[in-house]
């Protein structure tokens, strides 16, 4: 037997799958997803929702007929994983909800994701409370939004701000509440105003510094308590963040990291022979402080699994680690952020400062130039770059892409001045907004 099994058809577990069978053409492999689809985008859902994109099948790269007919790769889809045994290699299955077999495996590949967080407070199980991250999420919100007015998101997250501009893009009237004192806690507080700046100016009503303490309706949600007011509604979104989907491997001698996700090496082996854990719910390293951390994105997860997959197969290949570089769209404003954060630098204990200028993205005076705000944080002794937060009308992602390879190749806050960006006035000005801030930055030494 030369046989593969995969948990989980997101994007590390297919990434690691075709891998594998690529390199390795007479492997079996295996994969067995718990819902309906495979090789999907989450992140396009809130798009769905606003019917931006107008049919769920757009976000679906593959499909399971497709793995299995053009790569060879047995998909299996409503496949349960409902125990396994990692030294006898043997897992448990249930697959359509009522056949039930055993699999033996040589190698496996765990790339079970992560779920969404339900606070286990008051009336959370009631319907009309909904997260948001499988397809089968987005078409049933979709539905429920049919009928439902007053939709209040609790958490200002990336998706709690997409799922706002969506379910505004529906003429809904839309409600964020925030426990923190600012929304999209992954940037700082200065930072982070102006995006609340633009929810505001785009109807959306933001409460922030308010902690949800339960939920009531008879069957279905109708009002929300928090600690300072309470609030009716027609419909709750929670998206109050995501966790590692390990409850299966608690008890099967695996090693644990970071928020409990599993603790793998760069190859993403974890430290059982033969078994591997890819994307959301593995650890990584930050290439910023050289510690593990726990940043679930979608590039990382493709990467981590094509990891993996180029080694079970007798390849080798080693993942260095993460920025976690990020962007989101929030109605008329882009954001973009890389490295660490002023608030992640000081629980690092790192001695750092930090510069913000505002520029335009093009020549002042050409059309339709845009605003761009642009935080760099450096170490004060070292001046090496350790993050930075862009937001502007205009593109955004571009510049925080500069400063992410920046981070990767160790370059000071001084290198940007002297890298040689380019100029034309439909496409930057002459003095591009990071050579500003790096400019800035060398009058504080």
Partial sequence: MNRVLVIGGGASGMAAASKAKRMKPDLEVIVCEASRYVSYAPCGIPYYIAGIVKNESALIHYTAEFFREKRGIDVRTQCIVEDMDPKAKIAHIKENGDKSYELEFDKLVIATGASPIKPPI??????GIYTVRLIEDGLLIKEKLKKAENITIVGAGYIGLEMAEAIRHLNKKVRIIEMLDHVLPNI?????????KELLENNVELI??????????????????????????????LAVGVRPQTDLFRDKGLEFGVKGAIKVNRRMETNLEDIYAVGDVAENIHLVTGKPTWIPLAQTANKMGRTAGTNLAGGNAEFPGVLGTAFTKVFGQNVGRTGLSEVEAQREGINFKSVKITGRTK???????????????????S?????????SSGDATGRTNVIATALYAKLRVDDLFFIDLGYAPPYAPVWDPLVIASSVAARKK
């Fill in 208 to 237: 922030l510094g308010e902690k949800v303490e339960a939920f009531e309706g008879e069957d279905y949600v109708e009002k929300i308590i928090t600690s300072n007011n309470e609030y009716s509604t027609d419909l709750v979104i």
């Fill in 363 to 381: 020549a002042g005076y050409y059309p339709d130039a845009k605003s761009i705000t642009v935080k760099l944080i450096y170490e004060e002794d």
């Fill in 188 to 196: 700082d507080k200065d930072m982070a105003e102006i995006i609340e």
């Fill in 122 to 127: 008051e009336g959370v199980d009631l319907d």
């Fill in 383 to 391: 001046r090496r770059l350790l993050g930075a937060q862009i937001i």
